[in-house]
């Protein structure tokens, strides 16, 4: 099969992987703005976020990450002790919540631990930005960030 004119033009050669990249890449945008955060058509998009200024609610919930979680490469964590901290649990998720605008999932795992967890490639690629790194905080040596220190 050979393309020619305006589809190879957009899409470019659907034969090779930049082009099934760029045609699904193209996609996918078309769907979130067509959706917005609610995807209908069954396609996985990124969520529009509202991203927060540098504020002391924001310093905060660097320090939870800092100390109580972890960042993945689509998710962060918040971990909580679920006999002790339930209110800092309710805390946590109203904080993400106004920051972000975005919902934060509880989890009980263990007998004793809470996690909450919010599942954004956008706020990971924030704090990231912002020198909080994915994966081990020790091994990859992160600190707190000078705007807040």
């Known amino acids: 099969m050979v393309f020619r004119g305006a589809h190879k033009t957009l899409y470019g050669n659907p034969a090779i992987r930049e082009g099934r990249s760029k045609g699904g890449t193209k996609s996918c945008f078309a769907q979130q703005k067509i ?3 609610k995807p209908s058509s069954g396609f996985v ?3 529009f976020i509202k991203l927060p200024k540098k504020s002391g609610e924001l310093a905060e ?3 939870m990450i800092l100390g109580d979680g972890s960042i993945s490469k689509f998710q962060v964590y918040i971990y909580t002790n679920a006999l002790v901290d ?3 649990a309710e805390y946590v998720i109203k904080l ?3 920051l972000f605008g975005i919902e934060v999932k509880q ?3 263990r007998k004793n ?3 909450l967890a919010i599942s954004s490639r956008e706020i990971v690629e924030y704090f990231n930005k912002m020198g909080l790194k994915t994966g081990d905080k020790i091994k990859n040596d992160v600190s707190i960030p000078e705007w807040i220190a």
Do not use: D, L
């Open 35 to 37: 959706a917005g955060n």
């Open 45 to 47: 998009v990124r969520k």
């Open 61 to 63: 919930a660097v320090g």
């Open 86 to 88: 339930r209110e800092y």
């Open 96 to 98: 993400f919540n106004s």
């Open 107 to 109: 989890q009980k795992i």
């Open 113 to 115: 631990t809470i996690s």
